[in-house]
């Protein structure tokens, strides 16, 4: 399947990469995507198609190899900034009551609804459809058309920059310290598995 970010999205989380790991790492990255092109200026704030899955794919690998050991701690990081620089652009997530209070049962309620509105985005940003579902304590988050492994083969799950935002989203509306949270990667497509599946702890 060949699907397409949109260019505001792309622009995003090209935005975020650069500020997390430099500029030099940053443009290797985009040399081994075969995303040059957007070396000296990002995609335009636009909703139309931009970078296809296999391109985003082939750079959150560059930027995992460049980083040997922290490969996969990086793009976490790099999730986490996309929420941060995102947030401004998505009043529906801005306007989202943070959930510092309450019983724990209507925490799990309000957390899997904004969970809901965090798929819609992605469902409009990339035309891909996460499902969500609880399950005991826990979240899922699960998306059989996940954009960021299109191409790849990896021995273990690999996505670890969606990973990272969903780590920011949970810590937000939550108001506790990202470090708190923990998204675990269950499964992945580039380990020939049928989707790439998120277990979200709180
Ligand atoms: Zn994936």
């Not at 990469?17 to 990255?29: C, K, L, Q, T």
């Not at 401004?88 to 724990?104: I, Q």
């Amino acid at each position: 399947m060949s699907g397409q970010f949109t260019n505001r999205y792309a622009r995003l989380i090209l935005g975020a990469a650069r500020s997390v790991i430099g500029p030099e790492a940053w443009r290797d990255a985009l040399r081994q995507a075969g995303l040059a092109r957007y070396e000296e200026a990002l995609p335009p704030p636009s909703p139309d198609p931009g970078i296809t899955f296999a391109e985003m794919s082939a750079f959150c690998q560059a930027i995992r190899e460049r980083f040997g050991p922290d490969g996969k701690w990086m793009p976490r990081r790099i999730g986490h900034e996309v929420f941060q620089q995102g947030l401004p652009s998505y009043s529906w997530l801005a306007n989202l009551a943070r959930l510092v209070s309450g019983s724990c049962k209507r925490l799990g309620s309000e957390f899997y609804n904004a969970m809901q509105r965090a798929a819609a985005i992605v469902r409009m940003e990339t035309g891909t459809f996460p499902l969500i579902w609880r399950e005991g304590d826990w979240v899922y988050w699960d998306n059989p058309s996940c954009p960021y492994c299109v191409g790849l083969s990896c021995a273990e799950p690999c996505c670890d920059l969606p990973a990272g935002t969903l780590e920011a989203i949970t810590a937000w509306v939550l108001e506790r310290p990202v470090e708190a949270i923990r998204v675990v990667q269950e499964s992945s497509r580039a380990c020939g598995e049928p989707s790439c599946r998120y277990r979200i702890e709180w």
